[in-house]
């Protein structure tokens, strides 16, 4: 087979060999959503500037102990939106079905660590539902979240779910084509070994 990349759509590109399927998912969303998401942090940061004054400047204790909480809050809230900020930036998921596995690797830049999983193993391999009606599932699939896995599986009665936010034509088609590569690869490579 051909090893050229090819790309199912701005954010997917994969490219297949006999012996090898690699997908890449970029994570970029639209210049708006993401101007939006950098004012936010950016007023964020103005707003944690004024509890850390305050919470340094005043005398009075029972207020000291409201601007402690509130920076602790704002810390921990300024760490979640910078990390979706970066995650649109320069995050991917990256995945590989070789010989007889599958990586999956959710990567900022290239520094991310890799989860191997057994062909073997893999099964109820699809599409997940989506309803939008549903507020949980409507939410995940917002710009600002990291979540909305729209792909998975049942691996050793752990459900695996990977493919952030593709759209359903996106999703059906690389679902389609990771599916055929976990059943010809594998037998691929079993057939080799056998033959040697």
Known sequence: MSAEPKRLSDRVSFKRTDDELTVIITQQTTPLYMSLMILWVALWVFVGIVFIYNWQTTDDQNERFFYA??????????????????????GKEMLRVFETEL??????????????YATENIQKFGTIAYDSTKFFQFMERAPW???G?????QYLRKRIQFGKQLEDKEAKELARIIDKALREIPARTKKKQADK
């Not at 704002?74 to 990390?83: I, P």
């Not at 990586?103 to 191997?116: C, H, M």
């Not at 896995?149 to 599986?153: A, H, S």
């Open 69 to 90: 909480v509130c920076s602790a809050f704002w810390a921990y809230f300024l760490v979640k939106g910078g990390k979706v900020v970066a995650w649109r930036l320069f």
């Open 103 to 116: 990586s999956i690797k959710n990567a900022f830049g290239t520094y991310g660590k890799a989860q191997f």
């Open 145 to 147: 979240i990291m979540g």
């Open 149 to 153: 896995e729209t792909i998975g599986f």
